[in-house]
């Protein structure tokens, strides 16, 4: 009787762990942000289907195990702030238009390094973050294609097994 209860007990707590899983899955892409930045991005469809704590937890910033995304986080920075400094070197006119939002007039100010060295260095961080996150997708997406092609090599052996012992 008590091994039956504990079985139970055991059989709703692995449901119960795959509900919540389930619930931290974006189903359907938002209905309420249909703006021209997500369209563009496709960011709603990229979310659709996919675990939205492991996406949240692939956005840290590298660790001391991954010395190679380390490295990517590294040369960001540097390739951010020297694109940053190369601004000084284009004329005006091109930093004017780098700066506007709109495709046919070009802004007031011309696009320069902010004032506020902190802020440079949070947008920076946000970059890297991003460049992180991104490596670690594919990295993802290569581990899950290398699996689904063992499994699927392993069903053409075991289909190949069968047709043989079949004869």
Known sequence: MEGRVEQRLAEFRLTQEIIEQELQVLDEAAKTDKT??????????????????????????????????????????????????????????????LRSAKREAPDTRPLGRLQNPESQARYAGYIVKFVCFYLRIIEDERAQTAISSQEIQAAAIQDLSDEQSDT
């Open 36 to 97: 021209g930045w997500f369209k563009r991005t496709g960011w709603m469809e990229f979310f659709k289907d996919r675990n939205l704590s492991h996406l949240a937890y692939q956005l840290r910033m590298p660790d001391r195990h991954e010395p190679k995304l380390k490295l990517a986080a590294e040369l960001t920075e540097l390739l951010i702030e020297r694109c940053v400094k190369g601004l000084s070197t284009l004329p005006h006119e091109i930093r004017r238009w």
